[in-house]
């Protein structure tokens, strides 16, 4: 009895709750055509349009760590793409996206979470791993994995060059899988220039769509302490400054995150093998 009472009240206000939700989209509509002079279906075109409208530097969500991943983690992942995919059509100069690795679970995690995601306006969405999709641009050097160990920190993006973030969620218990698996590889790497431009109170655990923001956020500022500082969660304790004289070693997870060799049921040379850009973070939230 007890739970049925729950549920009606729950539906109740989850009723109010989307016409308040409504409401408030009626009025950042209006706020918006008076402050800007465009209308909604003006904005609708223009966002519609991100794709035409993107800048040559090729974003890759290797999307190849299903195996890695339980159902929960696969969920956070599909809110972070779509995070990312959200702010990217909304910028005046996105970046082009692409997505490799969709198949199996992961495809299903897709269809639950963004059921429409096979008609978002980016440039690939393929169940390939990134290594057969972009066969060519690795081939010919224009790709680089961004890894948080890396020792080649990006001074800037390259027009026509590719970019791979790793799709893997995890509590840090893979650290250092992709690079590792980028030198298997035998891919270039890359890391965002934290050190060289702030300090951070914790450990430097970005979630993946957090990684893209700063991206896209440097693309647009041409400043990576701008783009550091505007998408770094504030409880992080991000700060302007150098950091590189900080102990690169402070973390109390250190020998207990060595990797054992069968972490994944792919192994190194399976098609499952996959990259990330920095330490990901499975407790990502939207709101900063």
């Given at each position: 009895?007890?739970?049925?009472k729950?549920?009606?009240?729950?539906?109740?206000q989850?009723?109010?709750?989307r016409?308040?939700?409504?409401?408030?989209?009626?009025?950042?509509?209006?706020?918006?055509?008076?402050?800007?002079?465009i209308?909604?279906n003006e904005r609708?075109?223009?966002?519609?349009a991100s794709?035409?409208?993107?800048?040559?530097?090729?974003?890759?969500f290797?999307?190849?760590?299903?195996e890695c991943?339980n159902t929960?983690?696969?969920a956070?992942l599909?809110?972070?793409?779509a995070?990312c995919y959200?702010?990217n059509r909304?910028?005046?100069t996105?970046?082009?996206?692409h997505?490799s690795g969709i198949?199996?679970e992961?495809?299903?995690?897709?269809?639950?979470?963004?059921p429409?995601?096979s008609n978002?306006?980016?440039?690939?969405?393929?169940?390939l791993h990134?290594?057969d999709c972009?066969k060519?641009?690795?081939e010919?050097?224009?790709?680089?994995?961004?890894?948080?160990?890396s020792?080649?920190?990006?001074?800037q993006?390259?027009?026509?060059k590719?970019?791979v973030?790793g799709?893997?969620v995890?509590?840090?218990s893979?650290?250092?899988?992709?690079y590792?698996l980028?030198?298997e590889?035998g891919?270039?790497?890359?890391?965002?220039?934290?050190?060289?431009h702030?300090?951070?109170?914790?450990?430097?655990?970005?979630?993946?769509?957090h990684?893209?923001?700063?991206?896209?956020a440097?693309q647009?500022?041409?400043?990576?302490q701008e783009a550091?500082?505007?998408?770094?969660?504030?409880?992080?304790g991000a700060?302007?400054?150098d950091?590189?004289?900080?102990?690169?070693?402070?973390?109390?997870?250190?020998e207990?995150n060595s990797i054992p060799?069968?972490?994944c049921?792919?192994?190194l040379n399976?098609?499952?093998?996959g990259?990330?850009?920095i330490?990901?973070?499975?407790?990502?939230?939207?709101?900063?």
């Amino acid at each position: 009895m007890k739970k049925l009472k729950r549920k009606a009240k729950f539906e109740e206000q989850k009723a109010k709750r989307r016409l308040k939700d409504k409401e408030k989209n009626r009025e950042k509509i209006r706020n918006m055509k008076a402050t800007t002079g465009i209308s909604n279906n003006e904005r609708r075109k223009w966002l519609s349009a991100s794709k035409e409208r993107s800048v040559d530097i090729n974003i890759i969500f290797d999307i190849s760590f299903v195996e890695c991943m339980n159902t929960a983690e696969r969920a956070k992942l599909v809110k972070q793409i779509a995070r990312c995919y959200s702010v990217n059509r909304a910028s005046n100069t996105p970046l082009k996206m692409h997505l490799s690795g969709i198949e199996g679970e992961m495809e299903l995690a897709m269809n639950a979470g963004q059921p429409g995601y096979s008609n978002w306006q980016i440039h690939t969405i393929s169940p390939l791993h990134f290594f057969d999709c972009f066969k060519a641009q690795i081939e010919a050097g224009d790709v680089t994995y961004l890894a948080a160990e890396s020792e080649c920190s990006l001074s800037q993006l390259e027009f026509s060059k590719y970019y791979v973030i790793g799709g893997l969620v995890d509590h840090n218990s893979r650290k250092g899988l992709c690079y590792r698996l980028a030198q298997e590889r035998g891919l270039p790497t890359g890391r965002l220039p934290i050190d060289e431009h702030i300090k951070m109170d914790s450990r430097r655990v970005l979630a993946v769509s957090h990684v893209f923001e700063i991206l896209l956020a440097f693309q647009e500022t041409g400043s990576w302490q701008e783009a550091l500082i505007s998408v770094i969660p504030q409880r992080k304790g991000a700060q302007l400054g150098d950091a590189q004289h900080w102990d690169q070693n402070d973390d109390s997870e250190t020998e207990n995150n060595s990797i054992p060799e069968d972490i994944c049921s792919g192994s190194l040379n399976s098609p499952s093998d996959g990259g990330t850009v920095i330490e990901t973070n499975s407790d990502y939230k939207e709101t900063k």
